[in-house]
Structures are given as structure tokens and as C-alpha cells.
């Protein structure tokens, strides 16, 4: 799978969006821009994933650059429950698994 | 609305014995895999299976083994525990093995390993 490329961490305040990007330049046209969320001391959890459009659902919205080689996640407000590592994954075809970076570690203020 | 399940939570080895992580899901997934996450770090794939009776290997196989007699079971083993594999390890799985690309993952909440 291609590499991305995200900030080691960022910090936001309580009930204001939060933008998260990720790089992945060398992105093929099949691949899949998916993002997982670590909260503490639990197993990463599905966000939300896309293709070539931008995405919404209920945890998040994903904005996909248009020539694909970035994307963003938005945590529309964002509370203290949102505190975790955010990972940003490209998903080729194959069965061999996710491949996890070291993501982006958000903290949120109260 | 169990999904994936991994049992221990907690184990603590002594250096060379051997054990037996449990994962299984209630979902009907065709693929089920393994990984281990160290301090600080990404998750690392160990072994995946497509399906019952299929498995192969990821990332870091090495000290480790899998079965997969049933769709809903994937045991890892440990047959001789090193200090070394001291880790936390994730079980996950999805529903079709081959066509992975546009389907997520769901992860269980791991067992956390220290090997003395």
C-alpha cells in the first residue's frame, strides 16, 4: 500500500471542528483513503472511508483533494470523547491487512 | 451485539512458555486477522486468514502460529513466549478477504502481553 504522511499531533478546543489532513502523493487510482481512530486502551475503530468524493456520515466527514493526493477528516464538533490517535490508510487491493503509521494524536481541551 | 472478542484481556508469561490468544466474532467475516501494536507505534500485521482453512502470513509471522478451523474463530499461538513479544495484540476482521478495498476493519479491544 502507498505511504500518507500526517502530522505527528494537533490540538483543538471542545466543541469546534477539527480538520485533520493527511498526504498521500503517491496514491494509485484503486486505492481507497480510509481512516481508523484509536481512543486509550481500546482497539482502532472504523471512521469513515472514500474514493474520489468527499464523504459524511455520523461520526465525520472526509474532503478528498481532487487530484487525490491529499485528504482531511473533519470532526465537525469536536468533543473530549474525540481524543485519540486518528490513522489515515490507503487501501489497495490484496489481503494482507491495514498498514498503520504512527497517526496523528489529538488532543481536545475542555 | 458482540463483534469481536478476544480473550485474555490480560496475560502475564514467563519466558518460554507457551499460550493461546482466543479472538472470535459473531458477524459471519471471511477474513479475520491478527496484529501487534508496541509501545508508540502503528499496528503490525502477524498472520490473516480469508476464509476457514486458509491463513497466511503478514507482516512479523515470525514466533507465532494460526489456525482457522472455524469462520468465526482465529487462535494465535505463542509457542515459546519471548521478552520480545511483550505487546499488545488486536484481532480484527471484515467481510470478504479478497475485495478488502472498500470495506472496513472491526477490531477488538486486545490483549494486553508481558512476557518476564
Known amino acids: 500500500d502507498a505511504k500518507t504522511t500526517q502530522p505527528n499531533s494537533m490540538e483543538s478546543n471542545e466543541e469546534e471542528p477539527v480538520h485533520l489532513p493527511c498526504n498521500h502523493s503517491t496514491i494509485s487510482g484503486t486505492d481507497y483513503i480510509h481512516w481508523y481512530r484509536q481512543l486509550p486502551s481500546q482497539g482502532p475503530e472504523y471512521v469513515i472511508h472514500?474514493?474520489?468524493s468527499n464523504v459524511n456520515n455520523r461520526m465525520a466527514s472526509l474532503a478528498i483533494a481532487e487530484d487525490r493526493k491529499s485528504s482531511t477528516l473533519i470532526l465537525h464538533r469536536a468533543t473530549l470523547r474525540d481524543a485519540a490517535v486518528y490513522y489515515c490508510?490507503?487501501?489497495?487491493?490484496?489481503?494482507?491487512?491495514?498498514?498503520f503509521g504512527k497517526g496523528t494524536h489529538l488532543i481536545i481541551q475542555p | 451485539n458482540a463483534g469481536v472478542t478476544q480473550t485474555p484481556k490480560f496475560q502475564v508469561l514467563k519466558t518460554g512458555q507457551s499460550m493461546t490468544l482466543q479472538c472470535a466474532q459473531d458477524m459471519n467475516h471471511e477474513y479475520m486477522s491478527w496484529y501487534r501494536q508496541d509501545p508508540g507505534m502503528g499496528l503490525r500485521l502477524i498472520h490473516y486468514?480469508?476464509?476457514?482453512?486458509?491463513?497466511d502470513q503478514g507482516e512479523v509471522p515470525n514466533g507465532y502460529n494460526v489456525s482457522r478451523s472455524t469462520t468465526e474463530d482465529f487462535p494465535l499461538r505463542l509457542l515459546s513466549a519471548a521478552p520480545s513479544q511483550t505487546s499488545v495484540y488486536f484481532c480484527a476482521s471484515s467481510p470478504e478477504g479478497g475485495r478488502m478495498r472498500n470495506q472496513p476493519q472491526h477490531f477488538g479491544d486486545g490483549t494486553r502481553l508481558s512476557i518476564l
Open positions: 486468514s480469508v476464509g476457514a482453512g486458509i491463513t
Open positions: 490508510i490507503l487501501r489497495g487491493g490484496g489481503a494482507d491487512g491495514l498498514t
Open positions: 472514500g474514493l474520489t
